[in-house]
């Protein structure tokens, strides 16, 4: 195929939703069209195993998974690329001009613990609109509920001092930056440095300075002098020559003849922060200015925030980048999207010491004074103890107004769930893992379909 | 900040570029506009150190990174919000409305071999402009030089064999799924599933089919023969049920009564893919079907590859996701932004036991008999023997037009630049690293800048 000319708008993320697909779920569907193959199936898309640096998973990407499945349409040019491809039939890409997500979908809501094997969300739809939906749903899904997981454990190491997301720079492409700004305000992150997740989403945004601005000026007092003018609460970053001694210019600043300057803290993007942070503090102390904070930043993830806190380090912040924003210890999830049920007919694909889980399910979470204490994965209808995560979120492709929520409310959601959560299980060490059992009418629903999988497989 | 509603563009990627940074960007710009600091600054983009697990890098990411800064406007949006912000004065919101990149880039072309501490990209501009595109560049070159980097390594285990992109679903959000299709062409992949990918970048498409098909006929049989139906050169997918059945399933159709049925390969995405593709491809060559290839998918990386081509596995084609799309063992590089001059002296921040150099440089790479045998890292215009891998690409805010290179010629570049890398290099283990110096007028310019910075440093 030819290279098309360079493309501007394409350069900045937009994309034609309807191509952002993986090329066999279009032949499927042509191929669904072409057999006549209409009725509903069921897909659930779960996370088959959990990273082992996890204990449990917070479900995020719901908002954009319905906004997609809402909107999902074959313009004019996803329709005129199709029609160029040798695989599509005229008549197929015509027909494509009225294709409409008209399914349901049922979701744990964008906050919600989950663990392995556990729906996050299933859709009911004629078998080739749930197909279609597959890869763009993934996407998304995986991505945020992989940021929310890892990003949930540096605010619970934190113990309620504030995180802020810093991780723009690294993370893999735009889309993962803002959706991960999103992510992690979701779990209890207090602000973002990026201005365009701060407009969409209508986050906090915090920045400071960076060492090129100190670098520029004549002098770190000269730079620090500059800033300070300009901003109120400002952040000053003391480690671009010696972090001592910026400290001490900071503190000069503040207290000294120019009058007026509103230092918030200063900032440590370097060195030991541990020992720095003590040094910091005990020269702001000694300075009368008990009240300019201290942000530390610089490679930081759960582990290194919770040695800074178990070390009592006098920190006030923590920024935190790169580890966070791609989850650098377990950068992906193990999440499919698997056909449970064809025609009212549950649907299994037979692997070998992997469980298998027919049909629609419900997630009952049991919980003993009020800390969860068990999960059961069941058949959907089966009368089973417990609060059920799973609620209908879209019915005939229109999202359900009831679940419009704001992004405060699943903030506050996800910190209540988090906080019934076993206290052993949030800790940021792995530790023996959440129970989840499977209800009895699905154990027997899963040997049905097992059974008739065996049957198809030797069916010729 | 009041919560926006849902913005259904906003979904697909689409955002405001000149938002796309961190807010310290856009406070340092108003700072050095209130303070008339506008002097030409340049700033390097470069990788600190490599990680452990690779032994070179494949830059990649310029095209977008050119495309930024020739496009890069406050445009009414973007101003709108930025009035509504505490930190900004109507004055700097109104002066942005003008906002234009002017300044120059050099840089190594997509798909060089890269080392700990080359400039991938220098930028030399007013340094509020050079400054506040720090968030774009650093986003995209990091993440499409990761993946080519990455990429490369699968293609070079795969000997010669096509590799294919799958990793769409897991990669990390929209943009991440796009770019690492494009990154992993540049650096030989031979399809991408990704139709997005394909249109926009005009590359090679390939798919298959899902279990979820399979599942949803009454036998495994019916499904083979509807798709094959539909489809010239089909790929089955041969391990929902038993693998060996499903091959001599495919073997049927292709030979039996149902003429027509043009199979072109079978695919296994389980299971031990080295007995498995043995039994297949012997299933295969006895009913005389030896051009019926063999893809393999699954979790596949280099390491994968490396073993099943080192077992001698008759694979056709490896189709790789995951791992490959989140460069899982290493997934972030790095990448640094810094400042090297601010009117025309070399600036450093000080940082112990960290490699300062001030200025513009050039890298210039050694050949002997026709292979890469020592970079140096030189001020530039320093005369050192070898071949200059920085480019002039944009003057004035401008690309140059030789620089617009196609998409092919890139590929094919990348392809002749691994070549001529070190055969120990090119290995998927790690090798002894190679040989990085730095020129004798850098070095004297770093003493120097690290004097100055220190007298910076002390200054009252």
């Known amino acids: 195929m030819s290279e098309p000319p360079h493309d501007s708008d394409d350069a900045f993320g937009a994309f034609e939703p309807a191509l952002f697909t993986d090329l066999y779920q279009l032949t499927m569907l042509q191929s669904y069209e072409a057999e006549g193959m209409a009725a509903r199936a069921v897909f659930s898309l779960f996370v088959r ?27 004019p040019t996803a329709r005129g690329y199709l029609r160029m491809m040798p695989q599509f039939s005229n008549e197929f890409v015509d027909a494509l001009a009225d294709f409409r997500f008209t399914g ?8 919600t613990p989950v663990f392995a094997g556990e729906p996050l969300l299933e859709i009911e739809a004629p078998i080739g609109e749930a197909q279609v939906v597959e890869t763009y749903l993934l996407n998304q899904v995986t991505f945020q509920t992989l940021i929310a997981s890892k990003g949930a454990r540096s605010v619970l190491a934190a ?61 770190e007092r000269e730079a620090f002098a500059a800033f300070a003018a300009q901003y109120r609460g400002t952040v000053l970053l003391v480690d671009t020559y010696d972090t001592e001694q910026g400290v001490r210019r900071a503190v000069a600043l503040a207290t000294g003849p120019d009058a007026g300057v509103d230092l918030s803290a200063v900032r440590l993007d370097s060195g030991d922060l541990d020992a720095l942070s003590r040094r910091a503090r005990a020269i702001l102390d000694e300075a009368g200015l008990p009240d300019v904070g201290i942000v530390v930043s610089g490679g930081l993830d759960e582990h290194a925030i919770a040695a800074l806190e178990h070390a009592g380090a006098p920190i006030s912040a923590y920024a935190v980048g790169t580890r966070v924003s791609t989850s650098a210890d377990a950068p992906t999830l193990d999440s499919v999207y698997k056909l449970t049920a064809y025609a009212g007919v549950g649907r299994v694909k037979l692997s070998p010491n992997k469980l298998t889980m027919p049909g629609r399910k419900q997630v009952f979470r049991r919980f003993v004074d009020g800390v969860a204490d068990r999960d059961v994965i069941a058949r959907e209808g089966e009368a089973i103890d417990g609060e059920p ?41 792995r530790v023996e893992p959440y129970a989840v059992t499977v ?14 999988a065996s049957r198809a497989g030797l069916a010729d």
Chains 1, 2 share one sequence.
């Not at 998973?57 to 074959?74: H, K, N, Q, S, T």
């Not at 349901?104 to 906050?111: L, S, T």
């Not at 701060?198 to 670098?215: E, I, P, W």
């Open 389 to 429: 995560l799973l609620r209908s979120v879209m019915r005939d492709g229109r999202r359900l107004p009831d679940e419009t929520r704001s992004l405060a409310a699943i903030r506050e959601y996800a910190s209540d769930q988090l906080r019934r959560l076993p206290p052993a299980l949030r800790s940021i060490e």
């Open 159 to 219: 113990r309620g001092k504030p995180v802020i997301d810093f991780g723009t720079r690294r993370a893999h492409g735009t889309d993962a930056a803002l959706k991960a700004a999103r992510a992690l305000h979701i779990v209890g992150f207090n602000a973002t440095s990026n201005v365009e997740a701060g407009r969409r989403y209508g986050l906090a945004m915090t920045g400071t300075m960076a060492h090129s601005y100190v670098q520029a000026h004549a002098s």
């Open 49 to 75: 195993t959990l990273p082992a640096e996890r204990n449990y998973l917070i479900a995020a990407g719901l908002e954009d998974a319905l906004a997609y499945l809402e909107v999902l349409r074959f313009g």
């Open 439 to 452: 209800g009895a009418g699905l154990v027997a629903d899963s040997a049905e379909a097992e059974e008739a």
């Open 104 to 111: 349901d979908v049922y979701a744990v809501p964008e906050g």
